[in-house]
């Protein structure tokens, strides 16, 4: 047996372990089969697919934001429709602003602020129209939420002006 300083001996142990578990990860499963990985040309490729996609879907809400832009843009932002947009947005009280909401993509989504007298509840359709709210920051904080019906896919875009 051989003395090592403490040091030593951990970073042994270290680079065993990180060998055991390489060795454990891309081992083949006990049919004679290599384990899969995600890491696969096809994978890669459909990932590589799928933002493309969801770039392509992006460009084309900013793009349809940009037509009804108006005011001094308080925050603005884009969303997978699955991911929701889920914000609380930095308002002054008393005042009002212009919510513009445009979804691109299948199904719809659904605005919900708090507290509710901020404004009234709105069906967003996944159609590249674009929905404008007037919303009114009476008691902060505003929360400002739109969430995908089931089955709904694709990028929802959002953007608050002053009114």
């Not at 403490?6 to 089969?33: H, I, K, M, N, Q």
């Not at 990932?47 to 770039?55: C, P, S």
Request: aromatic residues 2%; positive net charge.
């Amino acid at each position: 047996m051989t003395n090592l300083s403490p040091r030593a001996w951990f970073a042994g142990c270290a680079v065993a372990a990180s060998a055991l578990l390489l060795t454990s990860c891309t081992s083949s499963s006990g049919d004679g089969e290599a384990s899969k990985t995600p890491s696969s040309p096809a994978a890669s490729t459909s990932q590589t697919a799928a933002k493309a996609r969801e770039k392509q879907l992006t460009d084309q809400a900013h793009a349809a934001l940009a037509t009804v832009h108006g005011g001094t843009m308080i925050e603005a932002g884009a969303e997978r429709v699955t991911d929701g947009i889920h914000t609380e947005p930095t308002l002054s009280q008393g005042k009002t602003y212009k919510l513009n909401l445009v979804c691109v993509g299948s199904g719809s989504a659904q605005l919900t602020l708090t507290p509710a007298s901020t404004g009234p509840k709105a069906k967003v359709p996944c159609d590249q129209s674009v929905v404008q709210q007037r919303i009114s920051a009476h008691k902060l904080p505003v929360r400002i939420d739109v969430d995908g019906a089931k089955g709904s896919t694709g990028v929802i875009a959002w953007q608050i002006d002053t009114a």
